[in-house]
């Protein structure tokens, strides 16, 4: 069997040939980037919902400054859709995290066993860690965590 690299271009497509052993090490090299791209992509949908969730706490702020209290404005509702999507893409993170992390060392491997190890350290010494766990599991099975907001304030001129 022959094994092959090639290169497409707009000024000519180039051929390698390479052995069998050099075509494993690349397709197990393809293998392991497209993990590390799956973490920094979920990575991103985090810290990017984590974004959508700061500014719509300021966005609540300012019409609350702007115009009257109005219940109609559905407050609790748009904080529930962006809580609830912090909490989801943060399990999505842990566990996703995980299981890459074996797909690119090995799931036997030291480093798998120290993330493993790391999230287990963080969960146990924080609080804040176990309280959103706990919140993203109300939410998964009971309900939605914001059932009221009170919005209090004033303008200086």
Known sequence: MKYLVTRRAVR???TITITRSEFIALKEATHILSAGLDIEQQ???LVSNYEDFEKEILGLATEYMLYA??????YHARLNKRII???TTSLLY???????V????GSSSEEASKLEA???EKH???????FMEQLRNHVQHFGFPVYQVVLSGWVEN
Not at 69 to 74: G, M, T
Not at 94 to 100: E, F, T
Not at 102 to 105: G, K, L, P, Q, S
């Open 12 to 14: 000519g497509d180039a």
């Open 43 to 45: 990575y991103e949908v």
């Open 69 to 74: 209290p109005n219940e109609f404005r559905q």
């Open 85 to 87: 999507n912090l909490l």
């Open 94 to 100: 842990r566990d996703q995290v995980k299981q890459r």
């Open 102 to 105: 074996r797909d690119i060392v």
């Open 118 to 120: 790391l999230f287990t």
């Open 124 to 130: 146990d010494k924080h609080l804040e860690y176990r």
